[in-house]
């Protein structure tokens, strides 16, 4: 726990947007849940704190320790995990970076002990948090387990009413951002193009084609 919240606290998330991926995004809390839910309950904005990284990291007796840190060989995956990889070294961490190419990190991207991965959009927090984070998924990269985390997901499940679950989502945002258990620096902003008699052809956060919805404009 104190080495995952050294490396929190090391990393600001507004850097890491700027230098991994221009800007084009909103920084995020570390508990992959954004405002793009529904059920979505802000949380305080966090802030980096290096001093008490590098005090963690020594209570931990992990300051010469090297974490080998894995990304994928692209564009803005690695550079945000080169990102991440320069502010850890700034705090006191010692970290070797591996890329690796795309067909071979997708076939080990649930085995990697400290890695980088990109998660596509589900419309509702509940469905991100379940496929991620909940106790034995196959999906849980990270080998998350807490029976708390997984009774508050079960019972915000059960609730229909986005407003009435975001009680439980704040909840269940706590645990995960006071778990240390991930760094999440952004989300990605996403973009359409067309020509401006095209109308109500807007970009969905899966990139889905409405095309039902769309129509020229004559005007």
Same mark, same amino acid.
């Given at each position: 726990?104190?080495?995952?919240? &050294?490396?929190?606290? =090391?990393?600001?998330?507004?850097?890491?947007?700027?230098?991994? $991926?221009?800007?084009?995004?909103?920084?995020?809390?570390?508990?992959?849940?954004? !405002?793009?839910? /529904?059920? $979505?309950?802000?949380?305080? /904005?966090?802030? /980096?704190?290096? &001093?008490? &990284?590098?005090?963690?990291? =020594?209570?931990?007796?992990?300051?010469?320790?090297?974490?080998?840190?894995?990304?994928?060989?692209?564009?803005?995956?690695?550079?945000?995990?080169? =990102?991440? &990889?320069?502010?850890?070294?700034?705090?006191?961490?010692?970290?070797?970076?591996?890329?690796?190419?795309?067909?071979?990190?997708?076939?080990?991207?649930?085995?990697?002990?400290?890695?980088?991965?990109?998660?596509?959009?589900? !419309?509702?927090?509940?469905?991100?948090?379940?496929?991620?984070?909940?106790?034995? +998924?196959?999906?849980?990269?990270?080998?998350?387990?807490?029976?708390?985390?997984? =009774? +508050?997901?079960?019972?915000?499940?059960?609730?229909?009413? /986005?407003?009435?679950?975001?009680?439980?989502?704040?909840?269940?945002?706590?645990?995960?951002?006071?778990?240390?258990?991930?760094?999440? !620096?952004?989300?990605?902003?996403?973009?359409?193009?067309?020509?401006?008699?095209?109308?109500?052809?807007?970009?969905?956060?899966?990139?889905?084609?409405?095309?039902?919805?769309?129509?020229?404009?004559?005007?």
């Amino acid at each position: 726990m104190r080495v995952r919240r &050294a490396a929190q606290l =090391a990393c600001d998330n507004r850097i890491t947007l700027a230098l991994g $991926y221009d800007d084009r995004g909103k920084p995020a809390d570390n508990h992959h849940v954004g !405002p793009m839910h /529904p059920e $979505y309950a802000p949380l305080p /904005p966090l802030e /980096p704190d290096v &001093a008490r &990284a590098r005090a963690l990291l =020594a209570e931990a007796g992990a300051s010469e320790h090297e974490f080998e840190f894995t990304s994928i060989d692209d564009d803005w995956r690695r550079a945000t995990t080169d =990102a991440i &990889a320069a502010q850890l070294r700034d705090a006191g961490f010692r970290v070797r970076r591996t890329v690796i190419p795309g067909a071979a990190f997708w076939s080990n991207w649930t085995r990697y002990a400290f890695s980088t991965t990109n998660w596509n959009a589900r !419309p509702l927090g509940v469905q991100i948090l379940a496929l991620a984070y909940r106790s034995d +998924e196959a999906w849980n990269e990270t080998g998350y387990a807490n029976p708390e985390f997984d =009774a +508050e997901l079960a019972a915000a499940m059960a609730i229909i009413d /986005p407003d009435a679950r975001r009680e439980r989502m704040e909840t269940l945002e706590r645990i995960l951002q006071e778990s240390g258990i991930i760094i999440q !620096p952004y989300w990605r902003s996403v973009f359409r193009h067309s020509h401006p008699r095209v109308q109500g052809f807007d970009v969905h956060q899966a990139f889905e084609h409405h095309l039902e919805r769309v129509w020229l404009d004559d005007g």
